[in-house]
Nanobody
């Protein structure tokens, strides 16, 4: 019902920065929250950052002060600026969206994932 298209992942040196973008598209929908999760090999998928439609945001403890999530409600896009990256940040990053449509009371959508690799 809602497709999420991600961009911005790639390879970066430790201490560098990346900016991830995620665009939501599809049928008529209302987004209530968007966010980013990540999953490293052998680890569970974990919240990195999330933001509600009202602008309230939260972050995982390991990224506080380094990552910043932002949202453009008019464009149905969410961004995450990632600074001071370290090899521990290497993971597949997934965009997530929650909301509703005229036909679905509540939905959760996931992007395909984008690889972020931080070299030491």
């Amino acid at each position: 019902q809602v497709q999420l298209v991600e961009s911005g992942g790639g390879l970066v040196q430790a201490g560098g920065s990346l900016r991830l973008s995620c665009a939501a598209s599809g049928s008529v929908f209302v987004l209530t929250a968007m966010g980013w999760y990540r999953q490293a090999p052998g680890r569970q998928r974990a919240l990195v950052a999330g933001v509600s439609s009202g602008g309230s945001s939260n972050y995982g403890d390991s990224v506080k002060g380094r990552f910043t999530i932002s949202r453009d409600n008019a464009k149905n896009m969410v961004y995450m600026q990632m600074n001071s990256l370290s090899p521990e940040d290497t993971a597949v990053y997934y965009c997530n969206a929650r909301g509703y449509t005229n036909y679905v009371a509540d939905f959760v959508s996931w992007g395909q994932g984008t690889q972020v690799t931080v070299s030491s």
